[in-house]
Structure formats: structure tokens, C-alpha cells
């Protein structure tokens, strides 16, 4: 079974469209994050999610907007999608540290390659 | 063979050889450091991990050692396997807070047989 699991794998679009990529971890952890991987794999933190809750949103423009149904999924939009934004974008789960848990890091996910055309 | 992880440059060594990938890290206060291994067309996977408290942690046939003096994380790899080729990253947490992982640019590891 697939620990972290994101779809599409691939995402070709134009400028201008609103996309949506989904991620679910069937590994009961309480921590979601979004990842972004430039061209050159520098990896990025975009968003982190615990139990639902927003807790990390680094300077991401406002078009990309991150939603936790629950506590297993995290799912990107992003609006107006412009050529910039084309990138592999991973998700990751994790769980929080301070429960006791030795372990904090984060698992990936495969990663969905995002082309704005 | 020694590489530093900046722009992603490629260390190439020869299978059976012994790696070692290094890495400098930002914050005097980061609490836990990572390596991870990503293979083309894959996600980020888990190595080894260490704690500050720590200055050494070996796993199989993996050793990461931590200077926290200098800041410096390295990431040895002893008999060297064409499956070991690949980019590796290693990542830095800040204590306290939540688990914000801040990775490091890179290096890309070749393996020749």
C-alpha cells in the first residue's frame, strides 16, 4: 500500500486555468505538508497542515490554496496558473513531534509535475 | 570521493568505493537534520536521521556525522552500489515548533561500475 499517495502524477495546462492536485496518507500520521521542487530540485516548503489546522504558509502567492477535509488528505488549487509555476510538487506527511514519537521525519510522496504551457 | 551540496553538483565514484556527501546547514537551532535520497522521477526518501544531542549515527551501510560546531552534516556511504545513484538531500528542523523541514540544495551522486 502506497504510504502517500498524490494525483495526477503528471499535470499539463495552460496559463490562465485553475487545477487542483490531490494528496491522502494512510499512515495515521497528524501532519501534511506541500512541497514545491524547481528545476534545479531545490525543495521548498509551501504549506503544513496539523490535524486540519494551518500551521505553515510560507510566501506563496495567493493563488495556491491548500484544503484539509481531514486529517488524512491535504489537496493544492492553485488559480491562474502561470508559466512560473510549472514544477514537481510534493506532498509529505509526517508526525508531529512532542508525542512521544522518536521519529519526525517526513515521508513523500511521488510528486506531481505541474507544466504550464 | 567528497562533494559539497551547493548547486546541486555531482559527485562520481567508482562501485565498491566509499561516499561521502557533505552538507552545511543554517541555523545554530535546528534540533534534528535528515538525509534524504531521491531517485529520478520518485519522491524524496528517508536515509538516517541524527539529533543535535548526537554527533554520530551509522544504519547500514550509512554514517551521518554532525559538527554542530561548524554547522556541517555529512552523509557517508561505505561500498558504494549503482543504486546509490541518485540525488541526495539533507535537511535541517528548527527546535520547537512544528516539523518545517529546510532542505539543503542537493547533490547528485553517481555510481560507475
Known amino acids: ?117 | 570521493g567528497e562533494s559539497v551540496g551547493l548547486h546541486l553538483p555531482t559527485l562520481s565514484v567508482q562501485e565498491g568505493d566509499n561516499s561521502i556527501i557533505n552538507c552545511a546547514y543554517s541555523n545554530s537551532a535546528s534540533d534534528y537534520f535528515i538525509w534524504y535520497k531521491q531517485e529520478s522521477g520518485k519522491g524524496p526518501q528517508f536515509i538516517i536521521d541524527i539529533r543535535s544531542n548526537m554527533d554520530k549515527r551509522q544504519g547500514q551501510r550509512v554514517t551521518v556525522l554532525l559538527n554542530k560546531t561548524v554547522k556541517h552534516l555529512s552523509l557517508q556511504i561505505a561500498a558504494t552500489q549503482p543504486g546509490d545513484s541518485a540525488v541526495y538531500f539533507c535537511a535541517e528542523k528548527l527546535a520547537g515548533g512544528y516539523n518545517k523541514l529546510i532542505f539543503g540544495a542537493g547533490t547528485r551522486l553517481a555510481v560507475h561500475p
Not at chain 1, 28 to 33: A, K, L, S, V
Not at chain 1, 58 to 68: C, D, G, L, Q
Not at chain 1, 70 to 76: F, R, T
Not at chain 1, 81 to 106: I, K, N
Open chain 1, 1 to 117: 500500500d502506497t504510504a502517500v499517495s498524490q494525483t495526477p502524477k503528471y499535470l499539463v495546462t495552460q496559463m490562465g486555468n485553475d487545477k487542483s492536485i490531490k494528496c491522502e496518507q494512510n499512515l495515521g500520521h497528524d501532519t501534511m505538508y506541500w512541497y514545491k521542487q524547481d528545476s534545479k530540485k531545490f525543495l521548498k516548503i509551501m504549506f503544513s497542515y496539523n490535524n486540519k489546522e494551518l500551521i505553515i504558509n510560507e510566501t506563496v502567492p495567493n493563488r495556491f490554496s491548500p484544503k484539509s477535509p481531514d486529517k488524512a488528505h491535504l489537496n493544492l488549487h492553485i488559480n491562474s496558473l502561470e508559466l512560473g509555476d510549472s514544477a514537481v510538487y510534493f506532498c509529505a506527511s509526517s508526525q508531529e513531534a512532542g508525542r512521544g514519537l522518536v521519529r519526525t521525519e517526513a515521508f513523500f510522496g511521488q510528486g506531481t509535475r505541474l507544466t504550464v504551457v
